[in-house]
Each structure stands twice: as structure tokens, then as C-alpha cells.
């Protein structure tokens, strides 16, 4: 009764909810019945509702027509929302998947399965789309972005192909990883493929294509540029393109695909050579094509269409006669040697098929790892991962492709079983809720019976392949027999009882699969697994010349011994290494149904459908879902929902939000038996307890949008006020800074005119025109002076007044010098200032007069060049009161004969005298000491001139000694500078007896020397040490 009640006031408001069948089948009252499933589907596809969830997994309907639902407004509206609040969508998932990566930090994975056309690629694009829109970006990422989604045009060319199921199906499998960074901008990206359908290169089913490649090449292609290739413009001619007979495509727009690929191929930063290279590939494969054979003269096999050679070798860049051989012969290696055998015409076709597939096969990875390259981000990021992979597929015929396809889904299957049935299970335990078993189907027999190691059919398969003999598919079938007969999932021909046995040919086993059985033709097993490429031609192709063909096939292929993998067991480790990665993040599914096989729109054909529902295991999906409790959610999700049913948590619960969830479910009137409190979540068990709880939301919506309506107002008037009244005082604020500014230029305009015209008028008499800037040079002149001032009393350097300030600088450099040498006087040491006394008097009586002076002036002079302990005792002892001051050890020239003689000259206060040993020979007093002769040279010989009153007195004195200056000096001090210091250019005339005179004469030479000379005179040699 309440249920009908609300219903009734709930039809009559507008809703954002569904209102066709439920948006999520967890809320079907018969969820045990495929029927009620379907209908669900089927009514919510009619009104165009092409998502429906079960729980968290998205069901989509293709509905093969555009509908409005994917703007950026759709997109915009699904952001941040919470997963249950609107209507189901593609972009739900995208949104739910991208804020669990960046509030939970894990990495998340979106898988999307279904079968061909089911809209699969279609899904995995408007995701990519969802983040290229609405994730934060910056203009540097924004090329990351744009070569994400430019990435797609490149793959689909030339990895998607018209089939009779879908005009654009993705014949390779594909997980892409898109990196977040921690502001969850999208800033790399990495593909991975799996399995292309290169058969396809070779040959086409009726009413399907190639490649869209081939097809955008010659119909958008320029004409320079198919002349260069050696293609004409008209697919039918190529024998590659015709098999399906089926160029044309209403659908399709080759020769637009073809732009937006050029375009694309650029964005992704494509180079034009390796462009070209690839083109050069694309048509070799045509002109692989129609290579055709014949038969020679002799009756071999050979090439008969000679232009397609020329051609092949010119765009593959091998050698044309190599390449001739190695498409009609074989090379063996027989008991160690090489032989070259001849290829029958079908074994040539064979080979030149094989080269065709192989090259188109290694360029499309090629294209691959060059995506992954200008997508690559080295650096840690959060992930979300995007798998597009085929979905189960049944046909008339199966062969290896859809063996291979199968088994990925058993895998992937599998992978879900345990992710989505283990955590329903973990979540009921952690919530501490009693869980009720749900009876599943584990497929890991049926992935043990394809992968298992020896007993497996992968390994069975590979055995065979290598086994020396003739192996062949249907030995590889009795193999199969004989090993796996008797397993509960494998069936053949013999193995059958007479009932079943006409369901499978002789030349055919039977998978019982989880989603049901199919039928797998032996035929070209081995051959596809081996995925034979002759060595010879391998080798060829090796030499290539060009940059990607060499890309793709390695040199030490050849060389290499050892046998390369198979295809299957590539195929089977690709898949592991896919499962773990998956394993790794947290998935959400996708899963993608087609209503009908013709492309329709509005078909709803139930058969189909329910044949997908089965093998998507959709049934027991939502079993497992609904096995407890139909309906959980977090208590705070919960709450916030609900709340305003309650008056007790109206507007706020403040307490334990348990507390607040019982509150208000006490409130709505559950029963006991209709839902159970875990410890984070509340747990519904029947839809229709929630449905009623809906509906009461419903209808108290008005009153909540009118009182929301009004403090809405509210806050939105205040904020209009905050807003003119900040716009006032920034007015304000802002004109006052304009006013400053603009006085400030003004000023400075004043004063720059002021100074170039004081400049033009600065000759003449101080006057208005020129005040300002004489002032001004005369204050940055005496500024100038006060920050730099000479630095100290060597400093000479003085800055160049103006002329108005001539006098008084001059004044001012005087003053300056005046003190900066009184400060430096008041700084000296005695010591210090008895050497400049001594230096003075020096200077005084040598400066400019003797050579050996300027090397003297920076030695220092010392007090005295003899100890005490070398003055003789006796000596000091008949000295008594008189203390010697100066000694020096000098030699003493004999006035006659001039004999040298080792002397003392010792001075004390008054006196200076000449020992030899304890004897005093000569004292002189200073009183009579009448002057002293030097030569202007350098050397050390001076004479004494003493007046002698009597013939007893000694007279003049004729020394040599080191430090003549420094002797002369003193001599001069302690005489108070009384004497006269001669100096003579080239001779000194001495007293030697009375009126007899001795001469000394003076040259300059190499070295000192000392003589005697013919006149009786003294000659000494002296260097001169100064120009
Ligand atoms: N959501 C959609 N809205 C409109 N059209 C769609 C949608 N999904 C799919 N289609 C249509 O269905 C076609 C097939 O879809 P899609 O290529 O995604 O299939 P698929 O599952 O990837 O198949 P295959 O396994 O062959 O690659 C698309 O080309 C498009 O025309
Ligand atoms: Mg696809």
C-alpha cells in the first residue's frame, strides 16, 4: 500500500531516473530468469536506454545509430557523480574508474568484451574521449592528449577491416594503458596488441575487406604519390583486395579516413621518411599481390609479372634478382649443407603469401612500438588500462583465430570469476554478514585443457609443428585423441557415441567451452602456428635498405638458431603476461551486446541476445550479485541520500553514521528480514524495499528544490553584493596606483629635460638654463670624492673637477693628503720611525747621486752589522763610558802601496774608530772629520778626509766595506749630519802625507775589482747596476 501510494505521487514529478524497466538488474524481482533479463534489455533498448548496470558491471546495448547522449554536457553532468545518482552510461564507469584511481591510488582496468560489432571499440574510445575532455590539462600535455586519441585513426587503418559483422572491426586485440599524474592529468600512455588477423592480408571472406589501409591508399592517396608506388587508382585491379568483392562501403569514407590518418600520423610525430617507408610496405603488399607464376621454358616455376618485381624491389629495398630467387626456391639445410631446391607453383604461392602477411604483420607492431614511443611517460603515474578484446566467437567454420580468440576469453573469464565472485564473497565477510554460497561454474579445466603444460592442446599443437616426419592437421588431431580422450570438455568425431557424432566432422574437434560449444576445423593448425616465412625469403627482406623494413626484421633472425616460438604459445604468453597485468588493478566491465547481425538500428533480435547473454555469463554474474542482498552502500552514500526522509537525520546526523542509518531506516519502516547493517554498509536484500524508499525521495523532492531554492537565492544575492563591493574598492585602489605612477613619469620627464639643456648651456655663467645641472656636477663630484676617496698616502690618483670646482679641490687634495699622512705618522712604531729617519737621511745624501742607491732602499738597515761578542774585549774595556752604537768589519787600503787590511770600524756617540784585533788603530773624531768621498758608482770604497795638524796624527782613511750606504748614513746621523758627503763621478784625491796626495780613479766595468795602476793610482772597477 505505501509502495502504490508514493508510485502515484512519483508519476506526476518530473525525474532524472529511469523509468524504463530497472537501471540496474540487481533490482529485478525474478533475477533467476533469463526471460526477465532480456525483456529488461529489450524494453530498455527501445526507448534508446542502451546501458543498464548489474551493480557495477555496464551492459550496453549497440545501438547502430548516434545518439545524443555523449556531449560534453553528458560528460560534464557524470562528473563526480555518484554511480547510482543518474541514469547508467559509459561515462559513469569512466568517471566511477577515474576517482577510484585518484582517491584510492590504485590502478584501475576497464574491460570491455563482446562479441564483433557488439561496440566494443566504440566503448573503449568514448572512455578515452570522457578523459581527454574532462581531466585537467596543460598546453604542454595537450599533445600527449591529442596523440592518445590520434593513436586510434593509425591503429584502425591499419588493423581494422570490414567484415560481414561490423564495417569496422578491430581485427587485433588491444590494451591500452593511459598514465594520470598525481593532478590526474592524462601524461602517457602504452599499447598492447595481440594477435592481428594477418590471413586477412591474403585473403578476404565474401562481402568482406582488407585493411582499411589499402583502400584509404589508393582512394585518398595523391596522384604524385600512387605513381611513385606504382599503384593505379582502382582497388579491383589488386588480387589481394578482390577476394571479398567488396571495395566499396557505404559506411566508410575512405578517402577522408585517409586525410584524418595523414593528419593523425603527423600529430603522433610520425617522421615523413618513416611515412614513406611505411607506404613503400603498404604497396609492396599489393604488388605482392599480383605477383603471379608460370611456367618457364624448361619447365620450372618462375615470376611472370615482371613489373610487380621491379616494383617490390624498388619499395622493399632489396635486391630484385635475390628476391626472384628467394620467391621461387627454397633453401634446406640437409645433413649440415646448404641445398637450393626449386618450389613447386602452389609451394611459390605459399611463400609469396607468407612474405606478404609477414611484412604487413611486423610493420603493424612496428606501428605499435612507434605509438608506444611518442605515448611513453617514464616516471611514476596511476594507470587506468582499457581492453578491447574480441569476444567469444562462433562461426559456420572455426579455425585457429577463433581458437586463439576463445581461449583469451576462457582466460578472461576466468580472471572475472575470481575478481568479481571473490570480492562479493570478501565484501560480505569484512562486512561481517553471513554469506550464502553461490554455486558457479569454475572454468579452469577448460583453461588447464588448452594451456596445460604436455596434455594441453597449445603444447600438443607445438609438439606436433616440430616433430620430424610429416606432421600434418589431422595427425595433430589423432595426437589430440590419443592424449586428451576421455576429458570432459574435448569431443571429436571418434570420440563421440553414435548420437552426438554427427555433430562434429572427421576433420574437426569440439571445445565444451563456458559459454558453449564450438566446433574447431583442424585444417591449416600447423601451418598457422608455425607461421612459416622461408629463410631464404626471411634473409632478403633482412638486407632491406629501408629504415623500417630493417626495424622490423632483424638481422640476427637469420643467424639465430634457435626455432622461434610459435604462434600459439606466443599467443598463450602474451595472455599471461595480459592477466597479470589485470590482475594487478582493479577492474570494472564493460560488456557489449548487439542486437542483431545486420547492423540495425531499432532490431531487437532476442535469439541473438540471448545466445550473448549466455557467453558474457551475464546470468550468473547478477546470481552471484543478488545471491544476498540485492542492494549495498556505504552508510555515508547511504545516508546522504536518504536523509532528508527522516526528521531524526534532517538536515544532519551528527552521531556514528550506523547509528543515523538504523535511525532512519527504523523510520522508513524496513523489517528486520529486509536488510542487515554490516560494519561500513548497509545491505537491502529485495529491490523493492529500495525502490519504495526511491520513491518517497520523489516526492518530498519539491518541498527540499523549494527550501534548496531559497537559501540558493540567498547565498547567491550575498555573494552578488561581496562581489560589487570588492569591484569598488579594486576600482579604487586601482586608480590611486595609476595617479602615482603617472606623477612619478612626470617628474622624471621634468628633470631629464633639465639636464640636457644644462648640458647645452654648461660653458656659460651660471644662469636658470644651467643651475640644475652644475649643481648637479658639482654634488656627484663631491659625492664622487666622499664614497671614494684615496685609498692611502701612495694613492696619487685624484678625479678631474668641474671647472667651477678647480680651486677647491685642489684645496681639498691637499687637505686630504695633510691627513691621511698625519693619521699615517701617528701610526708608526719607533722602531719604524728610526729607519724612516735613517732612509731620509739617506735619501737626502744619495737619492739620484750613487748607483748602488735605489737597490739599497728597501733593504732595511739594522743596528749594527757586528755582535758583541765580536767586539774584542779590550777594546770595550778602554772605551769605558763610551758605548759603541755601529760595527761593521770593513777593509782598510794602506794610503801607500795600498795594502788591504781586515779592519773593524766601530762608532760610538762622538768618535768613530779602526781596530785591528785588541788594537785600536785610528780614532776619529767626528768634530774633525771634515767630509767623506764616494764614488757615484757601485761600490763600497769611501775615504775618510781627516786635517792632520802634524806628521804623527794619521790623516785621510781609505775604506771599502759592504753596505756603504747604510754606513755613510750612520756615520752622517751620529755626526748630526755635519759632514759633507762628496761624490765623485770618476776619482777621489786623499791626503797622504804633507802635500803629497794618493788618487783613486773610478771606472764602470763587468765586475768589482780592485788594482793598482800605472800612474800609482788606485783603479777600481764597479758595475753599474742602474742605467
Ligand atoms: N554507443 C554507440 N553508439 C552508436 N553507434 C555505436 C555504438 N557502439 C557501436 N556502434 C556502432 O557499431 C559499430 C561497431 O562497433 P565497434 O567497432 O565498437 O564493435 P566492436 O565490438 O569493437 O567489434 P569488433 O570486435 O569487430 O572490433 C560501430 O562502427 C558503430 O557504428
Ligand atoms: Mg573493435
Redesign the pocket.
Known amino acids: 500500500k505505501r509502495y502504490r501510494g508514493v508510485h502515484l505521487v512519483m508519476e506526476s514529478t518530473l525525474t532524472a531516473r529511469d523509468r524504463v524497466g530497472v537501471q540496474d538488474f540487481v533490482l529485478l524481482e525474478n533475477y533467476t530468469s533469463e526471460a526477465a533479463f532480456i525483456e529488461n534489455l529489450r524494453r530498455r533498448f527501445g526507448e534508446n536506454l542502451?546501458y543498464t548496470y548489474i551493480g557495477s558491471v555496464l551492459v550496453s546495448v549497440?545501438?547502430?545509430?548516434?545518439?545524443e547522449i555523449y556531449s560534453k554536457a553528458h560528460m560534464e553532468r557524470y562528473r563526480g557523480v555518484s554511480f547510482y545518482e543518474i541514469s547508467p552510461h559509459i561515462y559513469a564507469v569512466s568517471d566511477n574508474t577515474y576517482r577510484a584511481m585518484r582517491t584510492e591510488r590504485r590502478d584501475q582496468c576497464i574491460l570491455i568484451s563482446?562479441e564483433?560489432?557488439?561496440?566494443?571499440?566504440?566503448?573503449s574510445k568514448k572512455i578515452l574521449q570522457y578523459y581527454a575532455t574532462t581531466c585537467p590539462v596543460t598546453d604542454h600535455l595537450s599533445t600527449l592528449r591529442d596523440r592518445l586519441l590520434q593513436s586510434n585513426p593509425v591503429l584502425e587503418a591499419f588493423g581494422n577491416a570490414k567484415?560481414l559483422?561490423?564495417?569496422?572491426?578491430?581485427r587485433f586485440g588491444k590494451y591500452m594503458d593511459v598514465q594520470f599524474d598525481f593532478r590526474g592529468a592524462p601524461i602517457g600512455g602504452h599499447i598492447l596488441n595481440y594477435l592481428l588477423e594477418k590471413s586477412r592480408v591474403v585473403h578476404q571472406n565474401h562481402g568482406e575487406r582488407n585493411f582499411h589501409i589499402f583502400y584509404q591508399l589508393l582512394e585518398g592517396g595523391e596522384q604524385d604519390l600512387l605513381s611513385k608506388l606504382g599503384l593505379e587508382r582502382n582497388a579491383q585491379k589488386y588480387q589481394y583486395l578482390v577476394k571479398g568483392c567488396c571495395p566499396r562501403v557505404s559506411s566508410i569514407n575512405d578517402k577522408n579516413d585517409w586525410r584524418t590518418v595523414r593528419k593523425a600520423l603527423t600529430v603522433i610525430g610520425f617522421h615523413e621518411d618513416e611515412v614513406e617507408d611505411l607506404l613503400n610496405i603498404i604497396a609492396s603488399v599489393l604488388h605482392l599481390g599480383n605477383t603471379q607464376f608460370g611456367e618457364g621454358k624448361n619447365g620450372e616455376n618462375q615470376i611472370t609479372t615482371e613489373t610487380q618485381l621491379k616494383y617490390l624491389s624498388k619499395l622493399l629495398g632489396v635486391d630484385g634478382a635475390a628476391l626472384r630467387e628467394a620467391l621461387t626456391h627454397k633453401k634446406i639445410t640437409a645433413k649440415g649443407e646448404e641445398m637450393i631446391s626449386p618450389l613447386s607453383f602452389e609451394q611459390a604461392v605459399a611463400a609469396r603469401d607468407a612474405l606478404a602477411k609477414a611484412v604487413y604483420g611486423r610493420a603493424f607492431t612496428w606501428l605499435v612500438v612507434k605509438i608506444n614511443q611518442s605515448l611513453a611517460f617514464k616516471g611514476s603515474s596511476s594507470v587506468i588500462g582499457l581492453l578491447?578484446i574480441?569476444g567469444f566467437e562462433v562461426f559456420q567454420h572455426n579455425s585457429f583465430e577463433q581458437f586463439c580468440i576463445n581461449y583469451c576469453n576462457e582466460k578472461l573469464h576466468q580472471l572475472f570469476i575470481e575478481l568479481t565472485l571473490k570480492s562479493e564473497q570478501e565484501e560480505y565477510e569484512a562486512e561481517g554478514i553471513t554469506w550464502e554460497p553461490v554455486k558457479y561454474f569454475d572454468n579452469k579445466i577448460i583453461c588447464d585443457l588448452v594451456e596445460g603444460k604436455h596434455k594441453g592442446l597449445i603444447s600438443i599443437l607445438d609438439e606436433e609443428c616440430l616433430r620430424p616426419g610429416e606432421p600434418s592437421d589431422i595427425s595433430f588431431l589423432e595426437k589430440l585423441e590419443d592424449t586428451l580422450g576421455g576429458h570432459a570438455h574435448f569431443v571429436t568425431h571418434k570420440l563421440s557415441n553414435g548420437k552426438t557424432r554427427k555433430a562434429v566432422s572427421r576433420e574437426e574437434f569440439k571445445l565444451i567451452h563456458y559459454a558453449g560449444e564450438v566446433n574447431y576445423s583442424v585444417n591449416g593448425f600447423l601451418d598457422k602456428n608455425k607461421d612459416l616465412l622461408y629463410r631464404n625469403l626471411k634473409e632478403v627482406i633482412c638486407q632491406s635498405n629501408s629504415q623500417v623494413l630493417s626495424q622490423c626484421f632483424h638481422r640476427e633472425e637469420v643467424t639465430d638458431q634457435k626455432r622461434p616460438e610459435t604462434a600459439a604459445t606466443q599467443f598463450k604468453n602474451s595472455l599471461a603476461k595480459l592477466i597479470e597485468i589485470l590482475m594487478s588493478k582493479e577492474p570494472s566491465y564493460v560488456r557489449?551486446i548487439k542486437p542483431n547481425d545486420a547492423k540495425q538500428s531499432g532490431r531487437f533480435d532476442e535469439a541473438l541476445v540471448r545466445h550473448q547473454v549466455k557467453y558474457l555469463g551475464l546470468m550468473e554474474n547478477l546470481r552471484v550479485r543478488r545471491a544476498g542482498f540485492a542492494y549495498r552502500r556505504h552508510y555515508e552514500t547511504f545516508l546522504q541520500r536518504y536523509k532528508s526522509l527522516c526528521p531524526g537525520t534532517w538536515p544532519n546526523w551528527q552521531g556514528r553514521l550506523a547509528d543515523g542509518v538504523a535511525t532512519l531506516v527504523q523510520h522508513l519502516g524496513y523489517k528486520p528480514e529486509e536488510y542487515k547493517l554490516g560494519k561500513t554498509k548497509i545491505f537491502i536484500r529485495f529491490p523493492k524495499t529500495l525502490f519504495s524508499t526511491e520513491d518517497s525521495l520523489e516526492a518530498r523532492r519539491p518541498a527540499l528544490v523549494l527550501t534548496l531554492q531559497t537559501s540558493w537565492r540567498g547565498y547567491r544575492e550575498r555573494a552578488k553584493y561581496l562581489r560589487i563591493r570588492q569591484a569598488v574598492i579594486q576600482s579604487a585602489w586601482r586608480g590611486m596606483i595609476s595617479r602615482q605612477k603617472a606623477r612619478r613619469r612626470r617628474h622624471a620627464v621634468d628633470i631629464i629635460r633639465k639636464f640636457i639643456k644644462g648640458f647645452i648651456y654648461r660653458h656659460y655663467e651660471r644662469c636658470p638654463e644651467n643651475e640644475y645641472f652644475l649643481d648637479h656636477q658639482r654634488f656627484s663630484f663631491l659625492m664622487m670624492l666622499f664614497r671614494n676617496p684615496p685609498k692611502s698616502v701612495l694613492d696619487k690618483s685624484w678625479p678631474i673637477p668641474p671647472p667651477c670646482l678647480t680651486e677647491a679641490s685642489e684645496h681639498l687634495c691637499r687637505l686630504c693628503m695633510r691627513n691621511m699622512m698625519r693619521a699615517y705618522c701617528r701610526r708608526i712604531q719607533p722602531e719604524w720611525k728610526k729607519q724612516m729617519e735613517q732612509k731620509v737621511v739617506a735619501s737626502q745624501i744619495f737619492k739620484d747621486q750613487k748607483d748602488s742607491y735605489p737597490q739599497s732602499v728597501p733593504k732595511l738597515f739594522v743596528a749594527s752589522r757586528l755582535n758583541s761578542e765580536e767586539f774584542n774585549l779590550k777594546v770595550i774595556q778602554t772605551l769605558g763610558n763610551d758605548k759603541v752604537k755601529y760595527g761593521i768589519a770593513v777593509t782598510k787600503y794602506d794610503r801607500r802601496g795600498y795594502k788591504a787590511r781586515p779592519r773593524q770600524l766601530l762608532l760610538t756617540s762622538s768618535f768613530a774608530m779602526l781596530v785591528a784585533e785588541a788594537k785600536l788603530k785610528q780614532r776619529i773624531d767626528y768634530a774633525t772629520l771634515r767630509s767623506i768621498s764616494v764614488s757615484s758608482l757601485s761600490d763600497g770604497f769611501m775615504v775618510l778626509h781627516v786635517p792632520s795638524e802634524d806628521n804623527k796624527q794619521k790623516s785621510d782613511v781609505v775604506l771599502q766595506c759592504d753596505h756603504l750606504i747604510e754606513v755613510v748614513t750612520k756615520l752622517a746621523t751620529m755626526a748630526d749630519k755635519k759632514i759633507k758627503v762628496n761624490m765623485s763621478p770618476d776619482s777621489i784625491t786623499f791626503a797622504v802625507a804633507r802635500g803629497k796626495e794618493g788618487v783613486i780613479d773610478f771606472t764602470s766595468g763587468p765586475e768589482l775589482k780592485v788594482a793598482k795602476c800605472k800612474k800609482g793610482h788606485l783603479l777600481v772597477t764597479a758595475p753599474k747596476l742602474n742605467p
Open positions: 542502451i549497440n545501438p547502430n545509430k548516434d545518439l563482446g564483433s560489432g557488439a561496440g566494443k571499440t566504440e566503448a567484415t559483422r561490423n564495417d569496422n572491426s578491430s578491447d574480441y557489449c
